[in-house]
């Protein structure tokens, strides 16, 4: 049998200087990639409670998008772990058997509960649209109203009431619950840093502040997606309108409205400068303390990762889209090339982690880089690769294609949430 059937991470790990023989990157992109997606997760439900908590009334049409694009996310979050696994027929384990004893055990409690708020929540928003659904479908013939009928009578769970009483019911719960939401989406994903920075064997993961980070640039990272996301969907219905050579009216798309844009832009500069502070003040904090490690972490963020962080992640993804969102006269282009590279600068983050606290040797005399597999010749190449990734970003995208079949998150008659 042949060493890389034997051990992962041989075939992308490329060792220099003195490397210990049972060293390899054995966490690889859909490592980067699970932080990333849970990150998405979190920050797509904070920005649907800005409506739902805290009253933002102009944010209230991205707000029922973000709520929905969020519960699309949520399946995924787990997908790079289930592909990473060398076992994933045991993935469900920690679902079955959950418990606090570790951080990866607790993950079966948070993801259980996030997930029954989410569904939830959109239950009692949409209530009285399945409703309403249900009785226009009533008397519709064809196969595919039978089964949307069936589908709407499904998600209204028995509830029919629909008076004002029951309606403002709805509407209380769903800000209980957004309220309690927030918290949970807050540790599904601070628990992700919580894992890194409980490491101690690494030196660039053992920090205090890894889980604050984490949820920061989270909130970030889901902002700036659905922000994109929306201004696509809303541009692309307006093409299309103008194209046929129809009018847009009341109630119709409009495309992406400044104002909403506008307003959800200074939620996420403000996000923005936390997680650049935070993300400052961890570098600043190791430099000064200077600890024994302190050298072969130098050597890799000022010399072998300087790219990377410096370059790619700090000034690309951070300091540019800072500045292009701070400028007057914004406009939706370069508020979409904004957006984009607040989402690249997000992921150099967590490549910058995973990646880089696996880039020096324990022995602290010899480097290791990773290559990620482009093209696959195997199972273990595809779900580690370029591919691998890809599969796991387009997969929210589809199932959000699914889920607002039945769920308008973007439709202005769905009544006041």
């Known amino acids: 049998m042949t060493e890389d059937m034997i051990v992962h991470g041989v075939e992308w790990t490329v060792k220099e200087l003195f490397v210990y023989p049972n060293e390899f990157i054995y966490w690889s992109i859909q490592i980067v990639m699970y932080p990333y997606m849970t990150g998405l997760v979190a920050g797509a439900f904070v920005l649907s409670s800005l409506y739902h908590v805290f009253g933002q009334k102009d944010l209230k049409e991205i707000a029922q998008f973000s709520l929905v694009f969020s519960l699309a996310l949520l399946p995924v979050a787990a997908l790079p772990l289930l592909l990473h696994l060398q076992q994933p027929l045991r993935a469900i384990e920690p679902l079955l058997t959950p ?23 959109i239950w009692f928003v949409y209530r009285e649209y399945f409703v309403h659904q249900l009785e226009a479908l009533r ?7 039978a089964q949307r009928r069936i589908a709407y009578k499904v998600l209204t769970l ?7 009483e029951a309606i403002r019911v709805d509407h209380k719960a769903a800000k209980i619950l957004a309220g309690v939401g927030i918290p949970v989406a807050c540790f599904l994903h601070g628990y992700a840093g919580f894992i890194f920075g409980s490491v101690k064997a690494n030196a660039l993961w053992m920090s205090p502040l890894m889980p604050v980070i984490f949820i920061m640039s989270a909130v970030v990272s889901g902002i700036a997606l659905c922000m994109l996301t929306y201004i696509v969907i809303m541009e692309f219905q307006a093409f299309r309108l103008r194209r046929k050579g129809g009018t847009v009216e009341a109630g119709e798309t409009k495309g992406a409205e400044i104002d909403i844009i506008s307003k959800s832009t200074r939620y996420l500069l403000g996000f923005l400068v936390a997680a650049i502070s935070l993300e400052l003040l961890d570098l600043i904090f190791r430099g000064y303390t200077a600890m024994k490690s302190w050298d072969i972490l130098r050597s890799v963020m000022y010399g072998k990762d300087f790219v990377n962080i410096f370059v790619l992640q700090y000034t690309l993804g951070n300091l540019v889209p800072f500045i292009l969102l701070l400028l007057p006269g914004r406009t939706i282009k370069r508020t979409v090339l904004a957006l984009v590279l607040v989402l690249f600068g997000v992921f150099m983050m967590r490549w910058n ?9 324990l022995s602290f005399s010899g480097y290791m880089h990773y290559h990620i597999p482009i093209i696959p010749h195997s199972i273990e190449t595809f779900k580690e ?7 796991v970003i387009t997969t929210p995208f589809v199932l959000f ?5 039945f769920v308008p998150s973007l439709r202005r008659d769905t009544g006041e949430t």
């Open 139 to 145: 008397g519709a013939s064809g196969f595919w109203n």
């Open 385 to 391: 690769g370029v591919l691998g990734a890809l599969a």
């Open 158 to 164: 028995g509830a029919k009431d629909v008076s004002d």
């Open 353 to 361: 982690v995973v990646i880089g606290g696996q880039a020096f040797s």
């Open 99 to 121: 418990h606090f004893t570790s951080a990866i055990a607790a993950f079966g409690i948070v993801f259980t509960v996030y997930g029954l708020i989410v569904v939830s929540e």
């Open 401 to 405: 294609w699914v889920i607002n079949k």
